[in-house]
């Protein structure tokens, strides 16, 4: 059934893959934009881990064991890898903060993602929180439909999304991002933004990609309903990635082009 699951998102991962995007970062200000609208997606691909995490490990006291083992150790092992990896300056740090400093370090602008995380840190919830900023309907969709996955409270569901969305799409989706970067920049101040991109691809194709893929096995078992679940959220799961990265495109290519007076 796996098979059937994903031969299914095959398409669409690979229009993913191949987005005419990649090749419009071709100025500071493109590459500004980019990271202002794809650090929504670093910041709540912590939120889908932590989903799972809470539906999957032993988080409640007293403590006891929960689950498949395996299923436990990946997702623990995940956590440990986004949460406390290392910096390119040796230093723990999270990706989502790996992130930011990068963005820092090329001159893009953190005001919006910090004032998002400062309001959510304050008990506000994040659709507040993203009411309080202007970000752009892409974004909000994408976050939206993160949201409603991890409301589901359906591990298969919250695995899909994490799986298929992310860690399965992510080596070959972030190799062909870098690449074009490359390309364009290749003496801009982005050793940052290599380092967190080239540790996702390190961690997702070696070793996160292929244990989640094994996780989404053990969920779903020969539960036909949930294997038919899994492929609608994963499609859904791209289908917002390819808006994401549309909104991107679109206002780069506004930015080209200049109003007619």
Request: hydrophobic share 40%.
């Amino acid at each position: 059934m796996l098979h059937q699951v994903l031969q299914k998102i095959g398409p669409l991962q690979q229009e993913i893959i191949n987005h005419p995007l990649y090749s419009h970062i071709q100025r500071p200000a493109d590459l500004h934009r980019f990271m202002e609208h794809h650090v929504f997606a670093v910041w709540d691909f912590m939120s889908l881990l932590k989903a799972l995490q809470i539906e999957l490990t032993g988080t409640t006291l007293p403590w006891i064991p929960v689950g498949d083992p395996e299923i436990r150790y990946l997702i623990n092992e995940i956590v440990l890898a986004e949460e406390t990896d290392l910096d390119i300056n040796g230093k723990r740090r999270s990706h989502f903060e790996m992130y930011l400093n990068a963005m820092s370090d090329a001159g893009a602008s953190t005001k919006d993602i910090k004032d998002f995380v400062l309001n959510i840190s304050q008990g506000k919830p994040w659709y507040q929180a993203a009411m309080n900023i202007d970000l752009p309907a892409s974004v909000r969709s994408f976050l939206r439909f993160t949201f409603s996955v991890i409301d589901s409270n359906e591990p298969h569901k919250i695995a899909a999304a994490f799986t298929f969305g992310r860690e399965d799409l992510i080596p070959q989706m972030f190799t062909s991002l870098i690449r074009s970067i490359q390309q364009q920049f290749p003496e801009e101040n982005l050793t940052g933004f290599h380092h967190y991109f080239q540790r996702h691809i390190e961690l997702d194709d070696d070793t996160h990609g292929p244990l989640a893929l094994k996780m989404i096995h053990e969920l779903c078992g020969t539960d036909t309903q949930k294997w038919e679940e899994v492929t609608e959220t994963a499609v859904q799961a791209l289908e917002l990635r390819m808006q994401l990265w549309n909104g991107v495109l679109k206002e780069i290519q506004q930015a080209e082009t200049p109003e007619l007076i």
